[in-house]
């Protein structure tokens, strides 16, 4: 069950249903409120639905952390890897999981080659 309630000058949406989790977000209008309500209780019926809060949440540089603790050090070609770790961890770190589209990492491809062989991009 959706609630949708005003709050200030935004609309803050939460999604309530037995067997996923509370779903909370705030919208400019309500509108895109009722919309995302609509769309992800839909989903949830239909067995579509992701939870995406912790993708949200945690950025690259976190992700590569743990593979650094975890799996780099039991891989042969770690020095290799950990170049192209802290290249990544460089240029796209910063950004959420769920903000790394595929034209993101496209315009990273690209600005290497710029940069380096294409031999090194592949």
């Given at each position: 069950m959706a609630?949708?309630?005003k709050r200030?000058?935004?609309?803050?949406?939460?999604?309530?249903?037995?067997?996923?989790?509370?779903?909370?977000?705030?919208?400019?209008n309500?509108?895109?409120?009722?919309?995302?309500?609509?769309?992800?209780?839909a989903n949830m019926e239909r067995g579509l639905f992701q939870d995406a809060?912790?993708?949200?949440?945690?950025?690259?540089n976190?992700?590569?952390?743990?593979y650094s603790k975890n799996i780099l050090p039991k891989l042969r070609g770690r020095r290799a890897e950990e170049a192209r770790l802290k290249m990544l961890s460089r240029e796209?770190?910063?950004y959420p999981l769920t903000q790394i589209q595929p034209f993101t990492v496209s315009q990273l491809r690209d600005k290497r080659?710029?940069?380096?062989k294409p031999?090194?991009?592949i």
């Open positions: 609630t949708i309630r200030s000058n935004s609309y803050h949406a939460q999604i309530r249903k037995v067997g996923f989790p509370t779903i909370t977000k705030s919208f400019p309500k509108k895109s409120a009722l919309t995302f309500t609509k769309e992800t209780e809060s912790l993708a949200e949440k945690t950025t690259l976190e992700l590569i952390a743990l796209l770190g910063h080659l710029c940069m380096v031999a090194t991009v």
